[in-house]
């Protein structure tokens, strides 16, 4: 399941920073990355994180991530592998029994992953975006604390 997920987190990564716009291309990118996966494997796994074609600026149908209506991409593209080793998190805010945290594109899923199976007593359960993360937290909790112990499960928080 850990090779799954580490191929998913790559495809979203590479959906993120490149424009792709072919199965074909996509399983070239996955096996420059170490992933040696069968068309009908990346059909299922682009069904699973429900990925969908728009025009890009330049018109021509590319990959797209869920919810994204202005996809960014990033202007000079690295290896997966490179983007996975850099934490995405970058900043949390609370609001009564809600935490908001931004991340980078496509870190959402695996950084609300990694809360929800963190061991952490005091948060009910996330809900996770592209780049967005909302957490609920039990009542009363101290913020600070939460921060604390979220930084134990998320790197470079």
């Known amino acids: 399941m850990k090779e799954k997920n580490n191929r998913l987190e790559a495809l979203k990564l590479l959906i993120s920073s490149q424009e792709i716009g072919c199965q074909e291309d996509l399983l070239k990118a996955l096996s420059v990355e170490g992933f040696h996966i069968t068309q ?12 969908a074609k728009a025009a890009s ?3 021509k ?5 869920p919810n994204e209506t202005m996809y960014k991409r ?3 593209p690295r290896m997966a592998r490179e983007m996975m080793k850099v934490s995405g998190f970058l900043s949390v805010s609370y609001s009564g029994n809600l935490g908001v ?4 594109p496509g ?4 950084i609300a992953y990694n809360i929800d199976n963190g061991g952490i007593e005091e948060i009910l359960g996330t809900i996770s975006g592209n780049d967005t993360i909302f957490i609920a937290f039990k009542e009363p909790y101290d913020q600070e604390e939460m ?3 979220m930084q134990n ?5």
């Open 74 to 76: 990033i202007p000079t």
């Open 57 to 59: 600026i330049n018109g």
């Open 107 to 110: 870190y959402a899923s695996s």
């Open 147 to 149: 921060t604390r112990r």
């Open 40 to 51: 009908a494997t990346l059909s299922r796994d682009l069904k699973q994180l429900k990925v």
């Open 153 to 157: 499960v998320i790197s470079q928080m």
């Open 101 to 104: 945290m931004k991340t980078r």
């Open 61 to 65: 149908y590319t990959y797209v991530l």
